[in-house]
Nanobody, 126 residues
Framework: QVQLVESGGGLVQAGDSLRLSCAAS????????VAWFRRAPGREREFVAV????????YYADSVKGRFTISSENAKITTYLQMNNLKPEDTAVYYC???????????????????WGQGTQVTVSS
């Protein structure tokens, strides 16, 4: 199995930046696609961004496109979500997730992911 641990969340002001990290351990594979999801209070978990197993393909939700960047290093041992120009509506618990076998691109549906972290809180104040 794979363990995922998120870090880097915190309290920031609107317009600030944060970089979230997702560290993988266990039986990891460079073929995993790694995604970020988020869940705001009172809302369902939603897709944010994903990076392909090769690290060459990325896809973003419209709400974060142009502001967030997903990247990875060390064969997906660590995956990052660089968040710029944060807005109050970005406030949520952010989760990273990994899947080893996806048939369609981009995989934006929660059910497609096999492994999940526990989340890291991001709070953006006005």
């Amino acid at each position: 199995q794979v363990q995922l641990v998120e870090s880097g969340g915190g309290l920031v002001q609107a317009g600030d930046s944060l970089r979230l990290s997702c560290a993988a351990s266990g039986r990891t594979s460079s073929r995993y696609a790694v995604a970020w999801f988020r869940r705001a209070p009172g809302r369902e978990r939603e897709f944010v961004a994903v990076i392909s197993w090769r690290g060459r393909g990325t896809y973003y939700a419209d709400s974060v496109k142009g502001r967030f960047t997903i990247s990875s290093e060390n064969a997906k041992i660590t995956t990052y979500l660089q968040m710029n120009n944060l807005k109050p509506e970005d406030t949520a618990v952010y989760y990273c997730a990994a899947e080893a076998d996806y048939s369609t691109w981009p995989p934006t549906e929660e059910y497609k992911y096999d492994y999940w972290g526990q989340g890291t809180q991001v709070t953006v104040s006005s």
